[in-house]
């Protein structure tokens, strides 16, 4: 016997769970797409959160629900508005790459106050979006620790 209690094994577990494995499909967007357009992706992807790329489906943004709805609520014609206008853009967008930790992508996603992290490749000239890590995927990491504690 280690000695250990049951919590000091779980936190042990959690401190060294990487983002690989735990991510979901992430759902990529083109930065010329109209507002209106994106909306009905939330829609039909059910996602809340969209990345924007460019032609060379290089991450150049993030579109999020309320970024969605500011922009309805403004004077603008929503299907000839394109979302690049309203993104969050490069180079102030939170990442995450497959090899890093769970605990600190969860920790970005409070200290930045944001619902969703982009798993990121580094390619040769931009960067290329792999995955999606959501405060979902962290809230389903929570709960299997608690199913499997063998
Ligand atoms: P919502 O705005 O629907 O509550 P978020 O809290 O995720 O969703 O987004 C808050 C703001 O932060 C939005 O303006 C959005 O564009 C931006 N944002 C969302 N995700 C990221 C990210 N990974 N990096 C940088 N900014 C982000």
Redesign the pocket.
């Known amino acids: 016997h280690t000695g250990k209690n049951s919590n000091h094994l779980l936190a042990e577990k959690l401190k060294k769970m990487v983002v690989e494995g735990y991510e979901s499909t992430p759902v990529l967007i083109n930065e010329n797409v109209s507002v209106y357009d994106a909306i009905v992706t939330v829609f039909s992807e059910d996602v809340?959160?969209l990345f924007v790329t460019d032609s060379n489906s290089h991450l150049v943004g993030?579109?999020?629900?309320?970024?969605l709805l500011r922009a309805s609520i403004g004077q603008q014609k929503l299907s000839t508005l394109p979302i690049n206008i309203i993104?969050?853009r490069m180079p102030?967008?939170?990442t995450c790459q497959k090899n890093d930790l769970l605990i600190d992508v969860a920790k970005k996603l409070i200290n930045?106050?944001?619902?969703?992290?982009?798993v990121i490749e580094e390619a040769a000239n931009g960067i290329k979006v792999v995955g999606r890590i959501t405060k979902t995927n962290i809230t389903r990491v929570f709960v299997e620790l608690t199913e499997n504690d063998g």
């Open positions: 809340g959160t993030v579109l999020s629900r309320k970024d993104m969050t102030n967008i939170t930045a106050q944001i619902d969703a992290i982009p």
